[in-house]
């Protein structure tokens, strides 16, 4: 069984920072791309960041040039550096994975960590 698990959410006035981190742990071979999505209530789940195992990046336009996504490949970790955050960056922050395991390839996802940024 492959479980998925950030940390790093919390409380930060507008212009902050946070760092999130999203370990995946059980019987993996590989992970594909990684990627970063948030949900704010009320809204659908966007994406945020992706990244791909060579490193290849992509972000969503309303984080661009504020949010930097990276991995440790051999940590099977994703990481999301959060600079100059908005009240509107508010929501659940979820980590995902394609990741290759013992029983085949799947879509994985966190549990959610919630980000909170106050004006």
């Known amino acids: 069984q492959v479980q998925l698990v950030e940390s790093g959410g919390g409380l930060v006035q507008a212009g902050g920072s946070l760092r999130l981190s999203c370990a995946a742990s059980?019987?993996?071979?590989?992970?594909?791309?990684m990627g970063w999505y948030r949900q704010a209530p009320g809204k659908q789940r966007e994406l945020v960041a992706v990244?791909?195992?060579?490193?290849?990046?992509m972000y969503g336009d309303s984080v661009k040039g504020r949010f930097t996504i990276s991995r440790d490949n051999g940590k099977n970790t994703v990481y999301l550096q959060m600079n100059s955050l908005k009240p509107e960056d508010t929501a659940v922050y979820y980590c995902?994975?394609?990741?290759?395991?013992?029983?085949?390839?799947?879509?994985?996802w966190g549990q959610g960590t919630q980000v909170t940024v106050s004006s």
């Open positions: 990244i791909t195992s060579g490193g290849s990046t």
């Open positions: 995902n994975g394609d990741v290759v395991a013992s029983h085949g390839l799947g879509h994985e």
């Open positions: 059980g019987s993996i071979f590989r992970i594909n791309d």
